[in-house]
């Protein structure tokens, strides 16, 4: 089947369902299900703005809320991780995964779901070490902590991900695995994104835990987003013992949902002729959420995950064949996950605008349904239950009681991780800036501009398309650092999108991007993405 993988979309929904059209008509290929690697942005009304971690100027209300509302529908199933730049409070309401709109789905924190027999994993936001070991305790209304610290990566779900044991096809991370860089063509890497270069060559750019997901599930594919550029490596995996069969992994991140720039990319995937057309659990992972239930920690405490060093009577919590056929029957061999979704917030209105709406902490039917369903623990019902406690004081309000914490990491303990990818030094003028001594603006305003109800016609610069042969094969030129300079060049003349795609190898190809070089002060990476699309708009 034909899989379309996205970068970030940054809520350019219509664009991108528009590119897929286009790809339909002038190459007659339409993909079966679009997948997209974070920074989705979800947004439903002014409130969800204001829990997305962008400074207020940045916070546009793009098109997602017309599918949401049910104004428009996604014309092909659409799966997706969350970013560094997401509605943090819709999102939190499925941490589990769920429907957000009609035929669009979350996959929660960390989930793997199944599609026409092939199987899709993904796990949720970015790697930062001071909170990787804490629970998800944040809610809304969130402060200028708990507003990133939301969509930060936590040991739990890595654990749980690091039970499964049967093969994976494609995994999707919006950060990219730290080292991956190595098995692509660096050198054309760093050309591109010449700030990179300070943590490349220290080996800091990247996701640790990611790493250490890749080398444990060793998936056939590995899509990511986040650094705004296009780059593809092979990575041969070692084997194990002399019986085990050699597996690699096919990676792939792609650019931002801008004109001009390689954002989207159509592979084929091998797949079960006979399976439905419906989205699907998957039993394994379900057997190891129930597995791992007893573990859920909904506090700001740091802890470590149970392992094999004297300390913990349990270690192993991978799904027995036992466990897996309970789960099959549980649901009477009907894996397919229902079409349950439901509206749990106003959703936009152009010609009635509530500027003053305030974000509450809301608990999703899906997820209720889900919980009931297999015996899980509610998030957010137990974070609810601890704020009515009172035990939940100074973590979802906003309070100066709470600690203020800086990027060196957790007063408790240091990360299990020595170097911390999010706080970099290098800057990436590409990305927005989200300065931590509260250079985020007020998180009570937002700037709400949508797209206009007849938008122009569907500018053929949303073209550059790259529709891979079914291998996604690596060339040698590819793989290696190569001074061809026809690599430097971003997209290529009409002429060059329409060749087929046998004449094609993989490449990175990325455009001139200027930096903005006025910027005094960085704190974080994230500095333009939204000042570059304003730049595009006027070419």
Known sequence: ?????????????????????????????????????????????????????????????????????????????????????????????????????????????????????????????????????????????????????????????????????????????????????????????????????????????????????????????????????KFAAFMQHETNSKEELPKATKFLALDKCLPHRDFLQIIEVEHDPNAGDSLEYDAEWIAVLKATNSLVNVTQSSWNMPEKNGLHAKWDYSATDEAIKEVLEELNHNLTIPCNFTLTAACYDPSKPQKNVQPVHTINPQTTEFCAQFGLTDINNRIQQAKEEGSGRGECEEEEEEEEMDSTGSAEEPSEYNTDNSGLSSINPDEIMLDEEGGDEDLSTCSVDPSPDHPPEFSTSFSDIRIMPDSMAVSSDDAMDSNNEDLEKSGGSKQGEEKSSTDRPLKRIGGDENGNSGIKKIKRRNQAIYAAEEEDKTD
């Open 1 to 229: 089947m034909k899989v379309a993988v996205a970068g970030c979309c940054h809520g350019a929904l219509d664009k991108m369902y528009e590119t897929l059209e286009l790809l339909q008509r002038r190459h007659n290929v339409r993909p079966d299900l679009l997948l997209c690697c974070g920074d989705f942005q979800a947004v439903r009304n002014e409130a969800d703005l204001r829990c997305m971690a962008v400074p207020a100027k940045y916070r546009h209300m793009q098109t997602f809320y017309r599918y949401y509302s049910g104004e428009k529908k996604a014309p092909v199933l659409t799966v997706f991780i969350g970013g560094n730049h997401e509605a943090s409070n819709h999102l939190q309401e499925l941490p589990y995964g769920g429907w957000v709109a009609p035929n669009i789905y979350y996959l929660g924190y960390a989930g793997v779901v199944r599609f026409r027999g092939v199987r899709i994993g993904g796990i949720s936001g970015i790697f930062k070490s001071h909170d990787y070991r804490k629970g998800h305790f944040e809610c809304p209304p969130y402060n200028q902590q708990t507003i990133r610290s939301a969509y930060h990566v936590r040991n739990i779900e890595v654990f749980k991900l690091k039970q499964l044991k049967r093969p994976m096809d494609i995994f999707m991370s919006h950060d990219w695995p730290r080292s991956i860089y190595h098995y692509g063509n660096k050198k054309q890497l760093l050309k591109m994104k010449s700030f990179f270069r300070q943590e490349v060559e220290s080996n800091t750019l990247g996701n640790p835990a990611a790493s250490e997901l890749l080398q444990h599930l060793k998936p056939t594919y590995w899509f990511s987003a986040h650094l705004h550029v």
